[in-house]
């Protein structure tokens, strides 16, 4: 598989209090075009750190960061700024819409800061709004749909500028099992239809089995990254946390 | 637009919140647009009242007149006012001339004498100019002359002396050449300016009595009245490139540099408007800075979400200056609407002030309706809105993306 980004030797620590936490100790990984990877361990592990370092929105203390052949570690933040805007989505485990924008608003706001013409961001929405099965619903605020239905838009809105990579911090956390299956089930066809990345954290077992690379986190380092497509691995006890 | 668009459904996001902002800032336009409006009332029926009360919109001397004191009564007087006020009423916008006489002495009924403050006056040609005179009884003066010499009393110098319309009083005073004369005159009427100080002192005859009391042919000034105030700056000019033109010696006051009552009353409203303008300031200000940091501190995972997705932090800045200049737009659009309606209610109620300091009459609360007020209301509510949200606009943008996403 082609490579899409690359993290060599990266540190990160958090200052907690008074005390300094390490969330990540020289980690190292690449992940490849069209992967749909779970990165897994249990809470305090690194999971959120990670995602948002690939993701741009935060800086390593030492280390590089490489996408799509680019070193960008020392990219000033209206450089990366540019960089999310145009080549990563994004969806969080508290669905993130923008509370007064409806949700055909809330997918157009990438396409309209990424520049593109009132035409083809309506063609886009539109689009979405049907692949992801919410059309009837796009005239509407985020408090009136359901969890189910919120992380629709929001899977709808980091895919609509046809991202490199969708990052995904725990997009089924707030959700009921049922809705989680329905949200993962939907991220997959998308994964499989467009050979978009998905790069997701979770702790949750059943969503660890859904994806076709997990990586195993533990105190900040990589315990384990296995290929397990298309087998199933069962979830060790260590991960099932609350 | 799509900021705009955030910015503008942002206002109606917490709605009682911006409730109460919005009424401060519909509070501080109504007192702004109220408080302006009175005192432009004020300023406009002073200035009105001051130049048809004898003042007239321009005055003419002889320029020595200014320029020296006098030893002797109307020393600087103007000599052939008929031929030059027949010019002046030839000007552009110049209504008709008056002449007047000023002089001082004691007016004495017999048993007890009061120093009074005289003016020689044209009755007739002072009706013609729209100068009126708050008659309290009896009235005004006629053309009589000599032994029918008329006067007219200010309320407080008739009080003084017990004087009525109908009693007989004997005006003392110094000629032009310094001898003592005197002049009999019956009160036709009493007066008053409402100006206590004012009226404690002022008489009038007419100008043909006060030429024979001081044995002169000169008088004073020539009093100028125009079509509208609002022209008195340009026939000031015209007068004196007329005199220049003429070389006559002469020199023209405006009533705004005569009426020093009026200017102190404009000097201590306005800053006392400035006062207001301020508290109101402050007000919107603090008001409005802390419901734009409430919004920021709400809004703080949203703001790391926008940030995420590339919003340029400049953006973010855009988005909560734009609400605090839609909130300003908005709100006082509404406090112009509550501005305009209080002033017809208020004019409508015809309220009774008391008598202000140095007066002796209350008056009817009018407000007039400022077009520039209204427009520089607006314009300080959204730019003092605009000003407000810009620190609390900074501090979101300056947000970290990973805290502001951890933020709940």
């Given at each position: 598989?082609?490579?899409?980004?690359?993290?060599?030797?990266?540190?990160?620590?958090?200052?907690?209090?008074?005390?300094?936490?390490?969330?990540?100790?020289?980690?190292?990984?690449?992940?490849?075009?069209?992967?749909?990877?779970?990165?897994?361990?249990?809470?305090?592990?690194?999971?959120?750190?990670?995602?948002?370092?690939?993701?741009?929105?935060?800086?390593?203390?030492?280390?590089?960061?490489?996408?799509?052949?680019?070193?960008?570690?020392?990219?000033?933040?209206?450089?990366?700024?540019?960089?999310?805007?145009?080549?990563?989505?994004?969806?969080?485990?508290?669905?993130?819409?923008?509370?007064?924008?409806?949700?055909?608003?809330?997918?157009?706001?990438?396409?309209?800061?990424?520049?593109?013409?009132?035409?083809?961001?309506?063609?886009?929405?539109?689009?979405?709004?049907?692949?992801?099965?919410?059309?009837?619903?796009?005239?509407?605020?985020?408090?009136?749909?359901?969890?189910?239905?919120?992380?629709?838009?929001?899977?709808?809105?980091?895919?609509?500028?046809?991202?490199?990579?969708?990052?995904?911090?725990?997009?089924?956390?707030?959700?009921?099992?049922?809705?989680?299956?329905?949200?993962?089930?939907?991220?997959?066809?998308?994964?499989?239809?467009?050979?978009?990345?998905?790069?997701?954290?979770?702790?949750?077992?059943?969503?660890?089995?859904?994806?076709?690379?997990?990586?195993?986190?533990?105190?900040?380092?990589?315990?384990?990254?296995?290929?397990?497509?298309?087998?199933?691995?069962?979830?060790?006890?260590?991960?099932?946390?609350? | 637009?799509?900021?705009?668009?955030?910015?503008?459904?942002?206002?109606?996001?917490?709605?009682?919140?911006?409730?109460?902002?919005?009424?401060?800032?519909?509070?501080?336009?109504?007192?702004?647009?109220?408080?302006?409006?009175?005192?432009?009332?004020?300023?406009?029926?002073?200035?009105e009242e001051t130049i048809r009360t004898g003042l007239g919109?321009?005055q003419?001397?002889?320029?020595?007149?200014?320029?020296?004191?006098?030893?002797?009564p109307l020393?600087?007087g103007?000599?052939?006012c008929?031929?030059?006020a027949?010019?002046?009423?030839?000007?552009?916008?110049?209504r008709k001339t008056t002449a007047q006489i000023d002089f001082m002495g004691l007016l004495s009924n017999g048993d007890k004498s009061v120093v009074f403050l005289g003016t020689g006056v044209q009755p007739d040609r002072e009706q013609a100019m729209g100068f009126s005179l708050d008659i309290t009884s009896g009235s005004d003066i006629s053309t009589g002359v000599g032994e029918d010499a008329e006067a007219v009393l200010a309320i407080g110098l008739a009080k003084s002396l017990n004087a009525k319309a109908g009693d007989s009083l004997t005006l003392l005073t110094t000629t032009?050449?310094?001898?003592l004369n005197g002049l009999d005159v019956k009160v036709v009427g009493i007066f008053s300016t409402h100006i206590a100080e004012y009226d404690s002192k002022a008489l009038r005859i007419n100008l043909q009595s006060a030429q024979i009391l001081l044995d002169t042919t000169k008088v004073s000034k020539l009093v100028?009245g125009?079509?509208?105030?609002?022209?008195?700056?340009?026939?000031?000019?015209?007068?004196?490139?007329?005199?220049?033109?003429?070389?006559?010696?002469?020199?023209?006051?405006?009533?705004?540099?005569?009426?020093?009552?009026?200017?102190?009353?404009?000097?201590?409203?306005?800053?006392?408007?400035?006062?207001?303008?301020?508290?109101?300031?402050?007000?919107?200000?603090?008001?409005?800075?802390?419901?734009?940091?409430?919004?920021?501190?709400?809004?703080?995972?949203?703001?790391?979400?926008?940030?995420?997705?590339?919003?340029?932090?400049?953006?973010?800045?855009?988005?909560?200056?734009?609400?605090?200049?839609?909130?300003?737009?908005?709100?006082?659009?509404?406090?112009?609407?509550?501005?305009?309606?209080?002033?017809?209610?208020?004019?409508?109620?015809?309220?009774?002030?008391?008598?202000?300091?140095?007066s002796t009459d209350?008056?009817?609360?009018?407000?007039?309706?400022?077009?520039?007020?209204?427009?520089?209301?607006?314009?300080?509510?959204?730019?003092?809105?605009?000003?407000?949200?810009?620190?609390?606009?900074?501090?979101?943008?300056?947000?970290?993306?990973?805290?502001?996403?951890?933020?709940?």
């Amino acid at each position: 598989m082609t490579e899409l980004i690359r993290l060599e030797g990266i540190k990160k620590q958090y200052l907690l209090g008074r005390s300094e936490v390490t969330a990540l100790r020289d980690v190292s990984i690449e992940f490849g075009r069209g992967e749909f990877t779970a990165i897994a361990g249990p809470s305090g592990s690194g999971k959120t750190t990670l995602l948002n370092i690939i993701g741009c929105i935060d800086k390593p203390d030492s280390g590089r960061v490489i996408i799509e052949g680019h070193d960008v570690t020392a990219t000033p933040l209206a450089a990366l700024a540019s960089l999310r805007r145009r080549r990563l989505g994004f969806i969080f485990q508290g669905f993130n819409l923008i509370e007064v924008l409806t949700a055909h608003e809330n997918i157009e706001y990438p396409l309209w800061l990424a520049g593109w013409p009132a035409e083809r961001r309506r063609e886009r929405v539109n689009e979405l709004l049907m692949r992801v099965r919410i059309e009837s619903h796009r005239g509407h605020r985020p408090r009136e749909l359901s969890g189910g239905q919120r992380q629709r838009v929001a899977i709808a809105r980091a895919l609509a500028g046809g991202p490199i990579a969708v990052l995904a911090d725990e997009p089924t956390a707030n959700l009921d099992s049922q809705t989680s299956e329905e949200v993962l089930s939907l991220m997959q066809e998308l994964n499989l239809e467009q050979g978009t990345t998905f790069i997701f954290s979770t702790h949750d077992p059943r969503i660890i089995g859904k994806a076709n690379r997990v990586v195993w986190l533990k105190d900040g380092a990589i315990d384990e990254s296995l290929d397990i497509s298309p087998m199933r691995r069962p979830a060790p006890a260590d991960c099932v946390t609350a | 637009m799509k900021l705009m668009h955030i910015a503008y459904r942002n206002l109606f996001r917490n709605r009682r919140r911006s409730l109460i902002t919005a009424s401060v800032i519909v509070f501080g336009a109504v007192a702004l647009i109220v408080s302006g409006g009175f005192c432009e009332s004020m300023f406009v029926g002073l200035r009105e009242e001051t130049i048809r009360t004898g003042l007239g919109h321009l005055q003419v001397y002889q320029a020595q007149f200014l320029e020296k004191d006098e030893d002797k009564p109307l020393q600087y007087g103007l000599d052939d006012c008929v031929r030059v006020a027949a010019a002046i009423e030839k000007t552009p916008y110049v209504r008709k001339t008056t002449a007047q006489i000023d002089f001082m002495g004691l007016l004495s009924n017999g048993d007890k004498s009061v120093v009074f403050l005289g003016t020689g006056v044209q009755p007739d040609r002072e009706q013609a100019m729209g100068f009126s005179l708050d008659i309290t009884s009896g009235s005004d003066i006629s053309t009589g002359v000599g032994e029918d010499a008329e006067a007219v009393l200010a309320i407080g110098l008739a009080k003084s002396l017990n004087a009525k319309a109908g009693d007989s009083l004997t005006l003392l005073t110094t000629t032009t050449s310094g001898a003592l004369n005197g002049l009999d005159v019956k009160v036709v009427g009493i007066f008053s300016t409402h100006i206590a100080e004012y009226d404690s002192k002022a008489l009038r005859i007419n100008l043909q009595s006060a030429q024979i009391l001081l044995d002169t042919t000169k008088v004073s000034k020539l009093v100028v009245g125009l079509d509208r105030t609002e022209h008195t700056d340009a026939v000031s000019a015209q007068l004196a490139s007329l005199f220049a033109e003429h070389r006559w010696p002469l020199a023209t006051r405006r009533w705004v540099d005569l009426a020093t009552f009026y200017r102190q009353v404009v000097t201590l409203f306005r800053a006392i408007f400035i006062f207001l303008g301020i508290i109101i300031f402050v007000l919107v200000v603090l008001s409005s800075s802390n419901t734009m940091m409430m919004a920021v501190m709400e809004r703080v995972r949203e703001i790391g979400t926008l940030l995420a997705f590339g919003t340029a932090r400049r953006q973010v800045v855009t988005i909560f200056v734009l609400e605090g200049l839609l909130m300003g737009l908005l709100a006082g659009l509404l406090g112009l609407g509550a501005g305009y309606l209080s002033i017809l209610g208020i004019n409508a109620a015809e309220i009774y002030m008391p008598a202000p300091p140095g007066s002796t009459d209350g008056f009817a609360i009018v407000i007039t309706k400022v077009p520039a007020l209204f427009a520089g209301t607006l314009a300080l509510m959204m730019v003092t809105l605009t000003m407000s949200s810009i620190v609390p606009a900074l501090r979101a943008s300056r947000l970290k993306i990973v805290d502001a996403l951890g933020h709940s």
